[in-house]
Nanobody, 120 residues
Framework: VQLVQSGGGLVQAGGSLRLSCAVS????????MVWYRQTPGMQRELVAR???????DYSDSVNGRFTISRDNAKNAVYLQMNSLQPDDTGVYYC???????????????WGRGAQVTVSS
């Protein structure tokens, strides 16, 4: 099982980017799907989380600007980032809690990360 990330890049402040992440391989299902970001010298920060049922949480720093969504048919999660600011610069990682059976508590699988750079 692996996560394939796409998206990211360089954008001016106020611009938008969209990140995508898809799970491939053999598995029973996917529980939560999460986006994190890491900036130099800082711990990895949870940005947004979406449960299997669609419950969503955002960090205060992105609430109202970022939108997380998932397509269960495609085993994919997305992060639409609007009104980007230089403080949003960092490496963005997706994580999926992959299930191998209905009773499985889940295994965290991580994407390789995507650089997002917001210039002022």
């Amino acid at each position: 099982v692996q996560l394939v990330q796409s998206g990211g890049g360089l954008v001016q402040a106020g611009g938008s980017l969209r990140l995508s992440c898809a799970v491939s391989g053999s598995f029973y299902g996917i529980a939560a799907m999460v986006w994190y970001r890491q900036t130099p010298g800082m711990q990895r920060e949870l940005v947004a989380r979406i449960s299997r049922e669609g419950s969503i949480d955002y960090s205060d720093s992105v609430n109202g600007r970022f939108t997380i969504s998932r397509d269960n048919a495609k085993n994919a999660v997305y992060l639409q980032m609007n009104s980007l600011q230089p403080d949003d610069t960092g490496v963005y990682y997706c994580r999926a809690d992959v299930l191998q059976a209905d009773w499985d508590p889940g295994t965290m699988v991580w994407g390789r990360g995507a650089q997002v750079t917001v210039s002022s």
